[in-house]
C-alpha cells in the first residue's frame, strides 16, 4: 500500500511563503499526473493545481501567478511552493497521485497538512 506523506504546513503571517512537500512512501509506476487540492472548512476540497507526467501544469484562478507546482519523478516527490500567501489561503492541503497499471487506475491521497494564513 503506497502512502503519500506531506510536509511543509504551518502558521504564516499574509504575504509570507511556505513550500509543500509530499512523497511517496515507495516507488510509483505510471503515474498520470500529481496534485494539490485544499479544503477550508465548510467548503469543498478544491483544486489548486495540478502536473502532468510531461510537465503540463493547471492551477486554479486564485493562486495563478503565486503558487508553482512542481516534480521529481525519481523521488516521487511533489511539491507545492506559495507565494504571497492569503488569509483565504487557509485549508488543509492535501496531496494526490493519479495513474494507472495495466488497466487498474490507482488514486492516492495523503493525509493532509495544515496551512492557516494570519496575522
Known amino acids: 500500500q503506497v502512502q503519500l506523506v506531506e510536509s511543509g504546513g504551518g502558521l504564516v503571517q499574509p504575504g509570507g511563503s511556505l513550500r509543500l512537500s509530499c512523497a511517496a512512501s515507495?516507488?510509483?509506476?505510471?503515474?498520470?499526473?500529481m496534485g494539490w487540492y485544499r479544503q477550508a472548512p465548510g467548503k469543498q476540497r478544491e483544486l489548486v493545481a495540478r502536473?502532468?507526467?510531461?510537465?503540463?501544469?493547471n492551477y486554479a484562478d486564485s493562486v495563478k501567478g503565486r503558487f508553482t507546482i512542481s516534480r521529481d519523478n525519481a523521488k516521487n516527490t511533489v511539491y507545492l511552493q506559495m507565494n504571497s500567501l492569503k488569509p483565504e489561503d487557509t485549508a488543509v492541503y492535501y496531496c494526490?497521485?493519479?495513474?494507472?497499471?495495466?488497466?487498474?487506475?490507482?488514486?492516492?491521497w495523503g493525509q493532509g497538512t495544515q496551512v492557516t494564513v494570519s496575522s
Open positions: 502536473i502532468t507526467n510531461s510537465g503540463s501544469t
Open positions: 494526490n497521485i493519479r495513474g494507472v497499471v495495466g488497466i487498474s487506475p490507482y488514486n492516492y
Open positions: 515507495k516507488s510509483i509506476f505510471n503515474i498520470y499526473d
